[in-house]
């Protein structure tokens, strides 16, 4: 059974910084892209960055570039989200999401329960 | 403000269709055909239902159809029913840089 698995999440004040990971089972960890989405409180969906299947090809969204750094493990089948400078509007549940493609086909067939995260002093 | 833009509210009665309106550019919506769609219940996490603009994956009812127009694509659901009450997102790839553009979210009403 697929599982995509999100943990780090918690409650950090502005300009700290937090490690989101995505433990992942019961499919090829190491032939799909993966992705992180974000949804703030309320609000819609916000893609924010994405790694391709072997790590080589990485992006995020240019509003977080430089704050946030995606990687990935293939060998322990984790995917890791660093988030540094957090601000407040960064608050949201961090959702990690499976490709189905190994470069990227840009959309999203399975999603993790998420993990929150909350900016705030 | 989203990317590509979608209706806040639709509504339909058990039995009916609906369609939700996702309206872009022709930089992602209208240029490529990669568009997908998300049903979201509240608290849960969002589930795949069209992607390439029409195709179902399996598991997902042939009641959830997808289109595209120009600058727009479509989520049609037909034979509404109860559960189908929940929030859509569309996405959409927008090319190199960009990548991945969602819609605001449309909250669907089963009433």
């Known amino acids: ?121 | 403000q989203s990317a590509l833009t979608q209706p806040r509210s639709v509504s339909g009665s058990p039995g009916q269709s609906v369609t939700i309106s996702c309206t872009g550019t022709r930089n992602d919506v209208g240029y490529y055909n990669y568009v997908s769609w998300y049903q979201q219940h509240p608290g849960k996490a969002p589930r795949l239902l069209i992607y390439d603009v029409t195709q179902r994956p399996a598991g997902v009812p042939d009641r959830f159809s997808g289109s595209k127009s120009g600058n727009t694509a479509s989520l049609t659901i037909s034979g509404l029913q109860a559960e189908d009450e929940a929030d859509y997102y569309c996405s959409s790839y927008a090319g190199t840089y960009t990548f991945v553009v969602f819609g605001g979210g449309a909250k669907l009403t089963v009433l």
């Open chain 1, 1 to 121: 059974q697929l599982q995509l698995v999100e943990s780090g999440g918690g409650v950090v004040q502005p300009g700290g910084s937090l490690r989101l990971s995505c433990a992942a089972s019961g499919f090829t960890f190491s032939r799909h892209a993966l992705h992180w989405v974000r949804q703030a409180p309320g609000k819609g969906l916000e893609w924010v960055a994405i790694i391709a299947y072997d790590g080589d090809f990485k992006y995020v969204a240019d509003s977080l570039k430089g704050r946030f750094t995606i990687s990935r493990d293939n060998v322990k089948n984790t995917l890791y989200l660093y988030m540094d400078r957090l601000r407040p509007d960064d608050t949201a549940v961090y959702y990690c999401v499976r490709d189905p493609g190994d470069h990227g086909d840009y959309y999203f067939d399975h999603w993790g329960q998420g993990t929150l995260v909350t900016v705030s002093s």
